[in-house]
């Protein structure tokens, strides 16, 4: 069983960066598909972005993309987030999930274990 623990979120202004970590144990995560979740007061849990399991496939929400990266490092078993130019409506609970197949998913569905969030606040 896999045990995901997230980091690196806080308080930033809009057009600010944060780098966000979750940090697997229990065993390796480096054949599965990682993904990053977020949930807004009051809004369903929606996809951030998904990384395959060597991190040469990776997909991410029209909302994020050419604002945030994904990252893994199989060898620290960690999985990165990269959030630049932040804005307001970035604001969310941030999860870390690891799936049951190899390659990206963008549906939760796909994903069985969670960490249990770190939180990123965007002041405008």
């Known amino acids: 069983q896999v045990q995901l623990v997230e980091s690196g979120g806080g308080l930033v202004q809009a057009g600010g960066s944060l780098r966000l970590s979750c940090a697997a144990s229990g065993r390796a995560i480096s054949s599965v598909v990682m993904g990053w979740f977020r949930q807004a007061p009051g809004k369903e849990r929606e996809f951030v972005a998904t990384?395959?399991?060597?991190?040469?496939?990776?997909a991410y929400a029209e909302s994020v993309k050419g604002r945030f990266t994904i990252s893994r490092d199989n060898a620290k078993n960690t999985v990165y987030l990269q959030m630049n130019s932040l804005k307001f409506e970035d604001t969310a609970i941030y999860y870390c999930?690891?799936?049951?197949?190899?390659?990206?998913?963008?549906?939760?569905?796909?994903?069985?274990?969670w960490g249990q969030g770190t939180q990123v606040t965007v002041s405008s």
């Open positions: 990384i395959g399991w060597n991190g040469a496939s990776t």
């Open positions: 999930a690891a799936g049951v197949v190899s390659s990206p998913r963008t549906s939760k569905y796909n994903y069985n274990t």
